[in-house]
């Protein structure tokens, strides 16, 4: 596939996937033209041999097989992403009312820088849900238009703005939406906009959301030279596009596996993270046998892909040294000795010749020993399936800003490695 053609499908996708609700809905999308079938968990399954399928879970995490059919001796290969980025959340009674302005607060999701979360065109997504007679509907919704801003204070009533800037956020977050109306009208005006959306209308206002903040500033090829890619949520939207479409267009006879998960900005520790059981109990079904998949997990292999930092060029001091990955400088090999990351040298050498055989370049990132190191799906699917794992990336800068840059060139790169892994008799 050629590279504009990629980046060009990767934008629409990170345009359209403001929330991780929104992501899964389109990698479904992307796995069900590429033939993959969905399968219901509170179902009985009947799986053809060599079948693929898809399951998600809570509408915010999705695996994707190839069903193994009891096949033991060439092992998993499994992609594992996560599906969420650092955002502003809606409170659930977030409405409030000053100096004649409707605002809404916000609870802050994941480690999120704030500062360019100010004077921004923010629009509203994610999931609405609502009972009528009894049953519990739910729906997707995107106001898919600039609905709110996080003004700043004026540099005139804050003289040290760009000395020292501490945001309080219980207080200077809040998003403004209106001026406040007639005082006689009383109903939330964020639940009223939300009925607006609702294909099927409810009789009662909906009566529950959640609803996170994003950018209405689209997806952009940037440098003088077209070498970047401008977006929010590259981080980790950018290995979901890649795992997803590795899958759809593998046509391997290897038994393999994406799992991409939410909450891993918060610490995977849900239902649907990677700390909760829907790997686990999706190997169990696929494998029942005790004996069979502990054999299969022992010779299965997980590229846990979630993306690096690029060496910053005004910062580059902030970087071993030795290791400073670089924008188009090809997938990254992450590690880290006190397990942050999962890398084994067993991941490690097969990475690197996947990489040789498809001519990508690949890089290597270690943190300075006296900073802390952030972490990934990787070490905790390694700790709760004992599968060998190897943590990689595509290097970006500006991680978890409300905009961030990586190279043009490495999300096509990623993809190839991640299709060809797919496609590799596993080294036992």
């Known amino acids: ?3 504009k053609l990629y980046i060009s499908r990767l934008l629409t996708f990170l345009n359209t996937s403001p929330t991780p609700f929104h992501a899964v809905a389109n990698m479904a999308i992307i796995l069900r033209e590429a033939g993959y079938k969905a399968l219901d968990e509170r179902d009985h399954w009947q799986l053809q041999t060599r079948g693929h399928y898809y399951v998600i879970r809570n509408d915010s995490s999705i695996i994707a097989f190839i069903h ?3 096949q033991v001796e060439s092992g998993l ?8 980025s650092p955002c502003l959340r809606l409170k659930p009674q977030a409405i409030r009312q000053t100096e004649s302005c409707i605002l809404a607060a916000v609870e802050v999701y994941g480690g999120a820088l704030l500062n360019p979360w100010f004077d921004r065109d923010l629009s509203i997504a994610g999931r609405v849900s609502w009972s009528t007679s009894g049953k519990i509907h739910s729906q997707l919704v995107d106001f898919k238009k600039p609905v709110a801003c996080v003004p700043s204070l004026a540099i005139h009533l804050n003289r040290k703005a760009n000395q020292e800037h501490r945001i309080d956020t219980e207080n200077d977050l809040r998003l403004l939406l209106q001026l406040q109306p007639d005082a006689a009208n009383t109903m939330d005006p964020v639940r009223l906009a939300l009925q607006d959306l609702l294909t099927e209308l409810p009789d009662a206002t909906a009566c529950d959301y959640e609803l996170s903040c994003y950018d209405c500033q689209p997806a952009a090829i940037t440098g003088l030279q077209e070498e970047f890619i401008a977006s929010a949520r590259l981080d980790n939207l950018l290995s979901c596009y890649a795992a997803t479409t590795a899958m759809a267009e593998t046509r391997s006879t290897f038994p393999a596996l994406m799992v991409c998960t939410d909450h891993e900005e918060v610490g995977s520790v849900s239902a649907v993270g990677a700390a909760g059981s829907f790997l686990s109990d999706i190997l169990q079904r696929l494998l029942p046998e005790p004996g069979k998949r502990q054999r299969c997990l022992r010779r299965s292999l997980l590229i846990s892909a979630d993306n690096a930092h690029a060496v910053h060029p005004n ?4 970087h ?3 290791h400073l990955p670089r924008l188009n400088g ?3 090999l992450k590690t880290n000795a006190n397990q942050r990351y999962a890398s084994t040298s067993r991941g490690i050498a097969l990475f690197r010749e996947l990489c040789r055989q498809q001519h990508v370049p690949v890089q290597d990132f270690v ?3 006296d900073l802390a190191c952030g972490s990934t799906i990787g070490p905790i699917s390694a700790a709760e399936t004992g599968i060998d794992t190897v943590d990689v990336g595509i290097a970006q800068l500006a991680m978890h800003s409300i905009r961030e840059l990586c190279g ?3 999300p096509l790169r990623l993809h190839r490695v991640c299709k060809a892994f797919l496609a590799t008799e596993l080294v036992n």
Not at 315 to 318: E, I, L, S, T
Request: aromatic share 4%; charged share 25%.
């Open 1 to 3: 596939m050629q590279n």
């Open 68 to 70: 193994p059919d009891g």
């Open 77 to 84: 290969r499994l992609l594992g992403t996560h599906t969420d």
């Open 315 to 318: 910062f580059a001091k902030r």
């Open 320 to 322: 071993d040294g030795l």
């Open 330 to 332: 090809g997938p990254v």
């Open 367 to 369: 943190s300075r020993s």
């Open 408 to 410: 043009a060139m490495d």
